[in-house]
């Protein structure tokens, strides 16, 4: 009933800048906390940063001061906006959001996470 489709990945040299964005659609009635993580191999995933439908936002300490995390609430979509990108920021990026959503008459809260999107970065 729900999905997260992301996008904006790609190759960048240290230095650069990238955005990535995740929309959400389905039968959405409301989303709370949205959020990136990044995984690189043989490593847990770890959070990036993350917003509240008010606005709140949380970031890693790594990326503090370059990264920039917003969202559209009509349009149900996140973004992040990476700059002055460093080779250690190379990862797949996930979407993750806390989304209630119905079927008919009846509610539903779940956790979603999108299909990741790569971010390379070069030096």
């Known amino acids: 009933q729900v999905q997260l489709v992301e996008s904006g990945g790609g190759l960048v040299q240290a230095g650069g800048s990238l955005r990535l964005s995740c929309a959400a659609s389905?039968?959405?009635?409301?989303?709370?906390?949205m959020g990136w993580y990044r995984q690189t191999p043989g490593k847990q995933r770890e959070l990036v940063a993350a917003i509240t439908s008010g606005g709140s936002t949380n970031y890693a300490d790594s990326v503090k001061g370059r990264f920039t995390i917003s969202r559209d609430n009509a349009k149900n979509t996140v973004y992040l906006q990476m700059n002055s990108l460093k080779p250690e920021d190379t990862a797949v990026y996930y979407c993750n959001a806390d989304i209630t959503y119905y079927i008919g008459p009846v509610y539903f809260d779940n956790n979603y996470w999108g299909q990741g999107t790569q971010v390379t970065v070069s030096s």
């Open positions: 389905g039968n959405i009635f409301s989303i709370k906390t």
